[in-house]
C-alpha cells in the first residue's frame, strides 16, 4: 500500500523550504541582523572618547575590542605625553552607519601634532656668533614650545569601527585611531 500525501501540507512544506533557503542567502550576504538591542554604537564612541579626554584611560580601555589597553597612562610620565594626552578634544559628526553587527561613527579628533613638534625642536631660530667668529644654531628649547602647545595642534577625522559582541558596542582600534592617539606619529 502506497502512502498518500496532502498535496496542500506537501505546497506548505515546500514553501517554507524554500522560504527558508532564500532567508538564509539574504542572511548570508546582508550579516547578523541585531533585534532587541537597546545598545547604540555612538554611546559606545562617546564614553570612548570622553574617558580619554577625562584622563580615565581604564575605562576607555574596556571600550575596545581588539586590545586589552591603549597605553595612554605612560604617556604622562613624560611632559610631551602630558601635553599630548592635555590636548585632546573630539566632536563626533552624525549618526553611525550601522550594518549588521558592524558600525562607523565619524569622529573629529583634537591633538597634539608630535611631527610637527618634533619639526620646531630641529629647526634654528636662529644662529649665533661666537667671540671666535664661529656661528652655531638657536633652538626652542621644548619646555618653551609646551607652554603654548595650541599652535601645534591639528585635528583629523577619522572613520572610528564598532563591533557588537557580547551584547555590546566595543570600539575596533586601527592604524589611524591609533596614530591620531601617539599624536600623529
Known amino acids: 500500500m502506497k502512502p498518500k500525501i496532502n498535496r496542500i501540507w506537501g505546497y506548505v512544506t515546500l514553501a517554507l523550504l524554500l522560504l527558508t533557503l532564500i532567508l538564509s542567502a539574504i542572511g548570508a550576504k546582508g550579516g547578523v541582523l541585531l533585534m532587541g538591542t537597546s545598545a547604540k554604537p555612538e554611546e559606545t564612541a562617546k564614553t570612548f ?20 589597553s591603549l597605553g595612554l597612562e605612560k604617556l604622562a ?9 592635555a590636548s585632546y578634544a573630539y566632536s563626533m559628526e552624525d549618526k553611525p552607519v550601522r550594518k549588521g553587527d558592524t558600525a562607523v561613527q565619524t569622529v573629529q579628533l583634537r591633538y597634539l601634532d608630535m611631527k610637527a613638534l618634533e619639526r620646531a625642536l630641529a629647526t634654528p631660530l636662529t644662529t649665533i656668533t661666537l667671540a671666535d667668529g664661529e656661528t652655531r644654531p ?29 551584547g555590546q558596542w ?9 596614530s591620531a592617539l601617539a599624536g600623529g606619529k
Open 77 to 85: 610620565e613624560s611632559k610631551q605625553g602630558a601635553a599630548l594626552l
Open 49 to 68: 572618547f570622553d574617558s580619554i579626554v577625562a584622563g580615565k584611560y581604564p575605562e576607555a580601555d574596556a571600550c575596545l575590542d581588539n586590545y586589552k
Open 170 to 178: 566595543r570600539v575596533v582600534a586601527d592604524e589611524s585611531l591609533l
Open 138 to 166: 638657536v633652538y626652542s628649547e621644548l619646555r618653551e614650545l609646551l607652554e603654548k602647545p595650541e599652535k601645534y595642534y591639528t585635528t583629523a577625522e577619522l572613520q572610528v569601527s564598532l563591533r557588537y559582541s557580547e
